[in-house]
């Protein structure tokens, strides 16, 4: 009998998490490109308030790409560079931009764990969409995302906290043991905190909880209906309810307010 694989929480996140299947499972979901939800919608919320038009852009977490078209194309970036673990992922986002015509304006860089490859004031704006859950060290990755902003720069992100502190509920780790995907949550406190000890200042934390509580439901109705069999034909049906086993323990996370969507910005003083 095999070992019931163990949920991986506080821990550093591992090359190859984003396997094929779940890359062709999140982007069916949320659409081409993207590994997180919302899509364009999504990024122009996080955006409210911040015009990053003639900015330079560190996307970190750059996963497929999709994040980086959208704020080249229809947010205005001057460039954007995106950094991530997976040097598949890079491979594949380096593509993409490639086809939409955009590689003068968006680049890639695969990375390893530690300080930025990037001087110091290299960029206007860090932008972070659900990549920062899977950091353990969120003090050191502010601070490095503060020495790469200029005076006065933005640290502008989407990411999932989660609600109070403390042990995870069953619930919880049953819903991280079937993700399979690294999880290191803060709280709204926690992340602000991290930031304003790193040195940000006008640290802002949006809920959008209810949001993506809704909208998961709309995802889980559609997987258990007419996604279906088109799941079954990518993933094989062994996986693709596997998917659905998730989506439904994400719904329950989400409904008890445990698994918090947020948006979260920043500034580093000009001083």
């Given at each position: 009998?095999?070992?019931?694989?163990?949920?991986?929480?506080?821990?550093?996140?591992?090359?190859?998490?984003?396997?094929?299947?779940?890359?062709?499972?999140?982007?069916?979901?949320?659409?081409?490109?993207?590994?997180?939800?919302?899509?364009?919608?999504?990024?122009?919320?996080?955006?409210?308030?911040?015009?990053?038009?003639?900015c330079?852009?560190?996307?970190?977490?750059?996963?497929?790409?999709?994040?980086?078209?959208?704020?080249?194309?229809?947010?205005?970036?001057?460039?954007?560079?995106?950094?991530?673990?997976?040097?598949?992922?890079?491979?594949?986002?380096?593509?993409?931009a490639?086809?939409?015509?955009?590689?003068?304006?968006v680049?890639?860089?695969?990375?390893?764990?530690?300080?930025f490859?990037?001087?110091?004031?290299?960029?206007?704006?860090?932008?972070?969409?659900?990549?920062?859950?899977?950091?353990?060290?969120?003090?050191?990755?502010?601070?490095?995302?503060?020495?790469?902003?200029?005076?006065?720069?933005?640290?502008?992100?989407?990411?999932?906290?989660?609600?109070?502190?403390?042990?995870?509920?069953?619930?919880?780790?049953?819903?991280?043991?079937?993700?399979?995907?690294?999880?290191?949550?803060?709280?709204?406190?926690?992340?602000?905190?991290?930031?304003?000890?790193?040195?940000?200042?006008?640290?802002?934390?949006?809920?959008?909880?209810a949001?993506?509580?809704?909208?998961?439901?709309?995802?889980?109705?559609?997987?258990?209906?007419?996604?279906?069999?088109?799941?079954?034909?990518?993933?094989?049906?062994?996986?693709?309810?596997?998917?659905?086993?998730?989506?439904?323990?994400?719904?329950?996370?989400?409904?008890?307010?445990?698994?918090?969507?947020?948006?979260?910005?920043?500034?580093?003083?000009?001083?």
């Amino acid at each position: 009998m095999s070992e019931t694989p163990r949920p991986k929480v506080d821990q550093p996140a591992e090359v190859g998490e984003y396997d094929a299947g779940m890359q062709t499972m999140l982007q069916l979901v949320w659409g081409e490109g993207f590994l997180s939800p919302g899509g364009p919608a999504e990024v122009a919320r996080i955006l409210e308030g911040h015009d990053i038009g003639g900015c330079r852009v560190l996307d970190v977490g750059s996963g497929l790409g999709g994040v980086d078209l959208v704020l080249a194309r229809d947010h205005r970036a001057a460039h954007v560079t995106g950094i991530d673990l997976e040097p598949e992922l890079v491979a594949q986002a380096q593509a993409r931009a490639g086809a939409a015509g955009m590689s003068r304006r968006v680049s890639y860089r695969s990375v390893t764990p530690g300080p930025f490859p990037f001087a110091d004031g290299s960029f206007e704006v860090v932008f972070s969409k659900d990549s920062l859950v899977q950091i353990p060290e969120k003090p050191q990755i502010f601070a490095e995302m503060r020495r790469v902003l200029v005076p006065g720069g933005r640290f502008i992100a989407g990411d999932w906290l989660r609600g109070g502190s403390g042990a995870y509920s069953a619930a919880m780790l049953e819903y991280f043991r079937l993700e399979g995907i690294t999880y290191n949550l803060a709280s709204a406190a926690e992340m602000t905190t991290a930031l304003e000890a790193s040195g940000f200042q006008q640290v802002r934390v949006r809920d959008r909880n209810a949001w993506y509580a809704a909208l998961a439901r709309e995802e889980l109705a559609r997987m258990e209906c007419d996604w279906f069999p088109l799941m079954c034909e990518r993933l094989g049906e062994v996986r693709a309810r596997h998917f659905v086993a998730n989506w439904r323990q994400l719904v329950l996370v989400l409904g008890t307010g445990e698994l918090r969507p947020a948006h979260v910005s920043a500034v580093k003083p000009s001083g």
